[in-house]
């Protein structure tokens, strides 16, 4: 039978929400997507909220993540009687498909209900959104607050993620003494990371400008950034040759 023949007696919403969970418990979140887009044609089903935060997953899961941020953008709307949990899952889509406004307003609902805890966890979320709306200053005290807990990762990465966007802020904020510390943090946690090369460099110029490092260190950091290059940087190398000559 038809998805509309299927509910031709009524919508039994606890039904569909039960069998989107199957779905979901049986690793297929692709068949949960397409039968909640069905589903959700019915007003009854876009008000179950529930349902919704299942298929916000099930978009996430399947990578369909304009999918997700666009139910969760109107979940946080729809309702204010989520838990920490659930909007700590919203924030997840709304940070991945880069929603800084819905991200912002999802993580200051989780802060305002949430423990200390779910505190250091939003300060993430309001750090990622605010660095996404382009209000640096508070980006950079939300994102160290968090930076500088024990807090697990939220999500892969997520310190790393907030070390390095911090070390870009620092810098541009004109901080160096912070934009060393951010630098630090983020190489200390993957000396061999995503932005590495450019990490290691920039060490490597901090050093320099400090007149009381030691002069070994930047040549150190230009060695790490050469062993991160995939290929040999000839400027690289040749800054590497100049500072071994001045040891």
């Not at 039904?15 to 019915?42: C, D, V, W």
Request: include cysteine; hydrophobic fraction near 40%.
């Amino acid at each position: 039978a038809s998805f509309e023949e299927s509910f031709a007696f009524g919508i039994d919403a606890e039904g569909i929400y039960e069998y989107i969970n199957i779905l979901m418990r049986s690793k297929q979140p692709e068949k949960a997507m397409r039968f909640g887009a069905q589903a959700r044609t019915h007003q009854e089903i876009r008000d179950h909220h529930q349902t919704t935060l299942t298929l916000i997953k099930a978009h996430y899961d399947a990578r369909d993540i304009g999918g997700a941020g666009t139910l969760a953008a109107e979940l946080v709307q729809a309702t204010r009687d989520l838990n920490t949990q659930e909007y700590a899952l919203c924030c997840k889509a709304l940070l991945a498909s880069e929603r800084w406004s819905g991200l912002f307003f999802a993580a200051s609902r989780m802060r305002s209900i949430g423990t200390s805890i779910d505190s250091i966890e939003s300060a993430l979320y309001l750090g990622l959104a605010q660095n996404g709306r382009k209000r640096y200053a508070n980006a950079r005290t939300l994102l160290r607050s968090y930076a500088k807990s024990n807090l697990s990762d939220p999500f892969p990465d997520a310190h790393y993620k907030a070390w390095t966007i911090l070390a870009k802020l620092d810098r541009a904020a004109n901080e160096p003494f912070f934009e060393r510390e951010s630098v630090h943090a983020a190489l200390k946690l993957a000396p061999a990371g995503a932005e590495a090369k450019a990490l290691w460099i920039r060490l490597s110029e901090l050093q320099l400008e400090d007149g009381h490092t030691n002069p070994a260190l930047p040549l150190r950091s230009i060695a790490e950034a050469i062993c991160q290059s995939e290929e040999l940087d000839p400027d690289l190398f040749e800054n590497f040759s100049e500072r071994l000559m001045l040891t």
